[in-house]
């Protein structure tokens, strides 16, 4: 592998990591929003050979999954779990709940029910998405919108076409440590982390623009969920079959007016004592919808 030459503390260098601690921010807007609409984002791999996915492919699969997570009432600081193997369904969630400036749960598809639901239950998580090989790991109760990408239901009364504004520090995903030495503890991992992640991708792994990165780790694991999300380059293996992205929702979890109940906060034990206070929920201007530049 070449040495990168570029100084990773030149002035430019500074300048174009200090973009992602720069209010206001969406880490899906500088993912996918701010590309080259027609050129190559993803590579999803089947056994009838290999599909393209252009930035603004992913941008319209974003913008439905926000719509119908939208009309659901999720909204900036919701947390949101994913319990999904490696398949196209997967991008347009998670892009889609960071447009919305929603917190997005990573699960591991190998897990059993008990430590699926204990995510679930420790996180406030209220919404879930499956497929219908995990579905039965999910609590079947009114607490929890389980979505079934699997199955079939019309599709939102509206596309969200903003990118939700929110702060550096706030939170985007929500990571579970394995829970080997005790309980599985959570790790907030805030939205200026792109610096990080955009950082270790150029210099770390030496990509560049136009390189196509395997991503070998699994989305539910820190290394999976993060190394997609610098979006310089995705190489998806998902299940047999494309499929819709489509939802179920039990009508007894939503609220008269067709919504989620309002969510609390994070829980103050797994928001470290950094972030606390700065969810940008809570700062003024912050849920006014903002179109980037």
């Known amino acids: 592998m070449n040495i990168p030459n570029q100084n990773p503390y030149s002035d430019a260098t500074q300048a174009q990591l200090a973009r992602y601690r720069t ?6 807007y500088y993912m996918v929003g701010n590309k080259d609409p027609e050129k190559p984002a993803a590579y999803i791999a089947h056994d009838q050979g290999l599909h393209t996915l252009t930035y603004s492919a992913l941008v319209e699969e974003s913008s439905r999954w926000a719509g119908y997570l939208h009309e659901l009432g999720v909204r900036t600081g919701t947390r949101v779990a994913g319990l999904l193997p490696k398949r196209k369904e997967l991008l347009g969630v998670v892009l889609g709940v960071w447009r919305l400036g929603a917190v997005y749960v990573p699960l591991f598809t190998a ?28 609590p079947q ?31 985007m995903i929500l990571l579970y440590t394995s829970g080997t030495t005790g309980h599985p503890k959570g790790v907030v991992v805030p939205v200026q982390a792109l610096a990080t992640f955009d950082a ?10 136009g ?83």
């Open 23 to 28: 209010a206001p921010i969406n880490p899906a």
């Open 141 to 171: 109760d009114s607490t929890t919108v389980v979505i079934n990408v699997d199955e079939a239901v019309p599709p939102p009364r509206h596309e969200f076409d903003d990118w939700t504004p929110t702060t550096p520090d706030h939170p």
């Open 111 to 138: 897990f059993g029910r008990e430590a699926v639901q204990y995510r679930l239950k420790h996180s406030g998580t209220q919404v879930v998405l499956t497929d219908s090989a995990n579905l039965a790991k999910l």
């Open 211 to 293: 390189d196509r990165f395997w991503n070998l780790a699994d989305p539910g694991w820190a290394t999976g969920c993060t190394s997609a999300s610098s979006a310089l380059g995705f190489w998806v293996k998902p299940t047999i079959g494309m499929l819709i992205p489509l939802h179920r929702t039990p009508s007894s979890i939503l609220s008269a007016n067709g919504r989620l109940p309002t969510l609390p906060p994070l829980p103050p034990h797994i928001v470290p004592s950094a972030l606390k206070g700065s969810d940008s929920a809570h700062t003024p201007g912050a849920q006014q919808r903002w179109r980037a530049p």
């Open 200 to 209: 270790y991708m150029r210099w770390g792994l030496d990509l560049k623009d």
